[in-house]
């Protein structure tokens, strides 16, 4: 046998006819097997020590419906994830975007409700509503993700960016996972759903205000309108 590392890739036409593997050596052979491609259904909700949730609010702090969102709309996304185990966890957080999505910002955690100063003084942000958020080592908005990244233990990590509706149609809503960054059979996937993104309303013209044409007909005739 040849000594070193082998590796082969293999389409579902291949596996599909068998594929076999013979070790002609003395020595053990050590195999390594991964598999991608895109899930033909949406996966369910999982708790395998960490559980996770995925809320949406409007700007003004109120609940947002994902079935009720119209173009143009600005949303704040908040994900909170609870390990199960007191344990010191390097947390990663991957939320993807619905279709109709895309990142406007990411918040921080001055934007929400300070922890407690020496002297009990409690600060609040411009969307103070989603409580006090995670001071995360990584906080990225990415074109088809969130990704942030902080240490925790015992604690819940608490993140939020805000996102606009700029397509109408509907789309799969897809839940948020929160895994161990080492140790991946710690993990949590928060419920799918569908979004629901209405087209913008048409602007009404302003009242008291006249559109005047003017031009010619074929035939030389001028005309106007008021």
């Known amino acids: 046998a040849t000594a ?11 596996l599909g006819a068998g594929q076999v593997f013979r070790n002609d050596g003395q020595g053990p052979i050590w195999r390594t097997v991964t598999v991608s491609g895109p899930p033909r259904q949406i996966p369910p909700p999982t708790s395998e020590g960490f559980s996770v949730d995925k809320t949406l609010f409007r700007l003004d702090g109120s609940p947002a419906n994902p079935a009720a969102v119209r173009q143009g709309d600005r949303l704040i996304v908040l994900i909170t994830g609870q390990p199960q185990a007191a344990r010191t966890h390097p947390t990663v957080v991957i939320d993807l975007l619905p279709a109709g999505f895309e990142i406007e910002g990411v ?11 020496w002297d009990g003084t409690v600060r609040t942000g411009q969307f103070g509503f989603v ?62 759903g569908r979004v629901e993104i209405a087209p913008q309303a048409p ?16 035939a030389g005739a001028r005309w106007a309108c008021r």
């Open 203 to 218: 602007r009404a013209p302003a009242p008291g205000r006249w559109l005047r044409l003017s031009g010619q007909s074929a």
């Open 4 to 14: 070193g590392t082998r590796a082969g890739r293999f389409d579902p036409g291949r």
């Open 131 to 192: 409580g006090t958020l995670t001071q995360a080592r990584v906080a990225e908005a990415r074109d088809d993700r969130f990704v942030g990244a902080a240490d925790i233990t015992g604690t819940a990590v608490r993140l939020a960016y805000m996102v606009r509706a700029v397509t109408p149609g509907s789309f799969v809503f897809p839940g948020a996972v929160i895994e161990d960054m080492y140790r991946t059979s710690f993990f949590g996937r928060s419920a799918a």
């Open 107 to 117: 918040l921080d955690p001055s934007d929400g409700v300070s922890q407690p100063d």
